[in-house]
C-alpha cells in the first residue's frame, strides 16, 4: 500500500486528517510541516495598543508565573494553530501546560500531540461574530478546555469552559468580579479597566512592572548603601576626632606635668637659697 500523499493548499493552508497523518512516514510529515504557512495573511489593520497592550501583558505575567514555579509551559501570540483537518486559527494568546516552551513556527496538534489548553482573544473592533460565536462553536467541537475574550474598551470580559465529556461551551460566571481560570489555577479581572490575572488576592505583574519593582529596589539598595557609607564615614571623623581630643588632653597634660616640675625645681631653689641665708624655709607661712 502507497503511503498517502498530502499536499497543503496556500489558500486554505490546513494539516493533514489524523488518519492521513497516522499513514504518513516521518519524512512526509516534516515535509508537511515545513509547507504549512507560519504567518497570518492579514485581512484586516492592525488594532493599536488598545488590542496590543493587554496581550503581551498576560503573556508576559504568564510567562513569569510558570516559570518562577518551575512548570513547563508554551504560551504563544498570534501563533499559527493547526489541528487536524481544521482551517487554520491563531489566537492572540494560547497557552498549553507541561510542554516544552520552546520557540515554534506554528502548534501542529498532530505532531505536538496536544491541542490547546487555553485560549484567548482581544476584541477591540474586530469580529465579533467571530470572536463570541464562531469561535465559542469551534473552539468547543475541538476540545479546547477553556476560552475567554477581552474587550479592552468595552472593560469586560467573557470566559467559556468545556464541561467534561462535553462538546459545547458552559459560560463562566465571575465571582466578585473574578473569572476562574482551572486550567491556570488563576483568576481573570480587570484592574483600572485592564485585564490581569490573579493568584489567591494578588495581581500577577508583568514586565514593566517587575522592571520598575527592581529598579526601585536596586535604587534603595544603592541609597542604603549611600547612607551607610555616609555614617561609616562620619564615624570615622568622630573617631579622627576623639583622637585628636585625646592627643590634645595628652599634651596638655604633659604641658602641665612640666609646669608643675618647673615649679618644683623654682621652689627647691629657693629653699636652697633660704636656708643658705639662715632662714628656714619650712618656718614661712
Known sequence: MSEPVYVVDPD?????PQHVWDAMSEEA???VLAS????????LPPEGDAHSRPKWRA????????????????LGSELPVYYPGERMFAPDLIAVLDVSGHERLS????????????????LVSGDRKKDLEENVERLARLGVPEYFV????????????????????????????????????LQLGLDEGRLRFFAGAAPLPHARELIDRLSSMVDEAVERAEEEAQRAQDEAQRAQDEAQRARDEAQRARDEAQRADRAT?????????????????????
Open 12 to 16: 486554505d493552508p490546513r494539516a493533514p
Open 29 to 31: 510529515r516534516r515535509r
Open 36 to 43: 504549512l504557512p507560519s504567518e497570518i495573511p492579514r485581512t
Open 59 to 74: 503573556r508576559e505575567a504568564l510567562d513569569d508565573w510558570f516559570r518562577r514555579r518551575g512548570r513547563s509551559v508554551y
Open 107 to 122: 502548534w501542529v496538534v498532530s505532531d505536538e500531540k496536544r491541542g490547546l489548553d487555553f485560549a484567548l482573544e482581544i
Open 150 to 185: 477581552h474587550e479592552p474598551l468595552r472593560r469586560r470580559i467573557t470566559g467559556f469552559r468545556l464541561p467534561q465529556g462535553a462538546r459545547t461551551y458552559a459560560p463562566i460566571l465571575p465571582q466578585g468580579g473574578r473569572w476562574t481560570s482551572t486550567v491556570l489555577d
Open 265 to 285: 625645681t623654682r621652689a627647691e631653689r629657693l629653699a636652697a637659697k633660704l636656708r643658705e641665708l639662715g632662714v628656714d624655709p619650712d618656718a614661712i607661712e
